[in-house]
Protein backbone atom coordinates (compact mmCIF):
# COMPACT_ATOMS: atom_id res chain seq x y z
CA UNK A 1 0.00 0.00 0.00
CA UNK A 2 1.44 3.31 -1.16
CA UNK A 3 1.45 6.56 1.53
CA UNK A 4 -0.65 9.27 0.94
CA UNK A 5 1.69 12.56 -0.07
CA UNK A 6 0.47 15.85 1.36
CA UNK A 7 1.92 18.20 -2.24
CA UNK A 8 1.60 21.15 0.10
CA UNK A 9 4.96 19.82 2.14
CA UNK A 10 6.71 19.56 -1.26
CA UNK A 11 9.16 22.13 -2.32
CA UNK A 12 8.51 23.61 -5.48
CA UNK A 13 11.44 21.45 -7.06
CA UNK A 14 10.17 18.16 -6.00
CA UNK A 15 6.31 19.01 -6.78
CA UNK A 16 8.18 20.24 -10.53
CA UNK A 17 10.04 16.78 -10.60
CA UNK A 18 6.99 14.82 -9.87
CA UNK A 19 4.72 16.43 -12.46
CA UNK A 20 7.43 16.42 -15.07
CA UNK A 21 7.76 12.44 -14.43
CA UNK A 22 3.90 12.30 -14.42
CA UNK A 23 3.98 14.33 -17.84
CA UNK A 24 6.58 11.60 -19.19
CA UNK A 25 4.81 8.83 -18.89
CA UNK A 26 1.65 10.24 -20.04
CA UNK A 27 0.26 8.76 -23.93
CA UNK A 28 0.91 11.14 -26.82
CA UNK A 29 -3.11 12.05 -26.58
CA UNK A 30 -3.24 12.94 -23.14
CA UNK A 31 0.43 15.16 -23.08
CA UNK A 32 -1.66 16.69 -26.38
CA UNK A 33 -4.31 17.96 -24.18
CA UNK A 34 -2.20 19.35 -21.47
CA UNK A 35 0.07 20.74 -24.30
CA UNK A 36 -3.39 22.63 -25.54
CA UNK A 37 -3.98 24.01 -21.89
CA UNK A 38 -0.37 24.69 -21.27
CA UNK A 39 2.41 22.61 -19.33
CA UNK A 40 2.57 25.61 -17.04
CA UNK A 41 -1.18 25.69 -16.43
CA UNK A 42 -1.58 22.14 -15.99
CA UNK A 43 -2.35 21.12 -12.13
CA UNK A 44 -1.37 17.34 -11.80
CA UNK A 45 -2.46 17.48 -8.66
CA UNK A 46 -5.36 19.35 -8.21
CA UNK A 47 -8.55 18.11 -5.75
CA UNK A 48 -11.15 16.73 -7.46
CA UNK A 49 -14.74 18.31 -7.63
CA UNK A 50 -17.27 17.50 -4.86
CA UNK A 51 -19.48 15.18 -5.66
CA UNK A 52 -22.97 17.21 -7.40
CA UNK A 53 -24.99 16.20 -4.17
CA UNK A 54 -22.44 17.59 -1.34
CA UNK A 55 -22.31 20.98 -3.36
CA UNK A 56 -23.62 23.60 -1.96
CA UNK A 57 -25.17 27.27 -3.30
CA UNK A 58 -24.21 30.92 -1.75
CA UNK A 59 -26.42 30.25 1.31
CA UNK A 60 -25.13 26.89 2.30
CA UNK A 61 -28.02 24.73 0.85
CA UNK A 62 -27.86 21.84 -1.35
CA UNK A 63 -29.41 21.28 -4.76
CA UNK A 64 -31.98 18.69 -3.22
CA UNK A 65 -32.44 20.64 -0.01
CA UNK A 66 -33.42 23.74 -2.02
CA UNK A 67 -35.88 21.86 -4.24
CA UNK A 68 -37.34 20.46 -0.95
CA UNK A 69 -37.58 23.92 0.83
CA UNK A 70 -39.04 25.31 -2.40
CA UNK A 71 -41.77 22.82 -2.76
CA UNK A 72 -42.60 23.42 0.65
CA UNK A 73 -42.86 26.97 0.63
CA UNK A 74 -45.18 27.06 -2.15
CA UNK A 75 -47.68 24.86 -0.42
CA UNK A 76 -49.38 23.32 -3.34
CA UNK A 77 -48.90 19.36 -4.25
CA UNK A 78 -46.84 19.67 -7.85
CA UNK A 79 -46.68 17.22 -10.45
CA UNK A 80 -43.40 14.92 -10.84
CA UNK A 81 -42.66 16.87 -13.80
CA UNK A 82 -42.78 20.23 -12.20
CA UNK A 83 -40.58 18.93 -9.30
CA UNK A 84 -37.85 17.81 -11.35
CA UNK A 85 -38.11 21.07 -13.52
CA UNK A 86 -37.21 22.83 -9.79
CA UNK A 87 -34.48 19.89 -9.11
CA UNK A 88 -32.70 20.56 -12.69
CA UNK A 89 -32.77 24.10 -12.02
CA UNK A 90 -31.19 23.55 -8.74
CA UNK A 91 -28.42 21.59 -9.73
CA UNK A 92 -27.22 23.93 -12.34
CA UNK A 93 -27.35 27.34 -9.72
CA UNK A 94 -25.48 25.22 -7.69
CA UNK A 95 -22.82 23.96 -9.99
CA UNK A 96 -22.91 27.40 -11.86
CA UNK A 97 -24.09 30.40 -10.65
CA UNK A 98 -23.35 32.46 -13.80
CA UNK A 99 -25.03 30.83 -15.87
CA UNK A 100 -28.22 30.79 -14.28
CA UNK A 101 -28.52 34.65 -13.76
CA UNK A 102 -30.21 35.71 -17.22
CA UNK A 103 -32.94 33.40 -16.28
CA UNK A 104 -33.04 34.21 -12.98
CA UNK A 105 -32.93 38.17 -13.95
CA UNK A 106 -35.84 37.16 -16.63
CA UNK A 107 -37.97 35.88 -14.02
CA UNK A 108 -37.77 39.05 -11.95
CA UNK A 109 -38.35 40.85 -14.69
CA UNK A 110 -41.29 39.26 -16.03
CA UNK A 111 -43.14 38.96 -12.56
CA UNK A 112 -42.67 42.94 -12.62
CA UNK A 113 -44.16 43.35 -16.05
CA UNK A 114 -46.70 41.24 -15.35
CA UNK A 115 -47.90 42.93 -11.97
CA UNK A 116 -47.09 46.08 -14.23
CA UNK A 117 -50.30 44.76 -16.61
CA UNK A 118 -52.49 43.35 -13.79
CA UNK A 119 -52.09 39.89 -14.55
CA UNK A 120 -51.33 37.38 -11.76
CA UNK A 121 -48.56 34.71 -12.93
Known sequence: MTDTINYEELSAEEIEERK?????KMSKRRR?????????????????????????????????????????????????EYIDAVNEFNVMLVMNFEKVRPVFEYCLWYAEHLKKHGVKP
Open 32 to 80: KFVDRMGYENWDPFAAPFDPIDIRQDRTGFTSDQLSHMFVRASGQNKNQ
Open 20 to 24: QYMYG
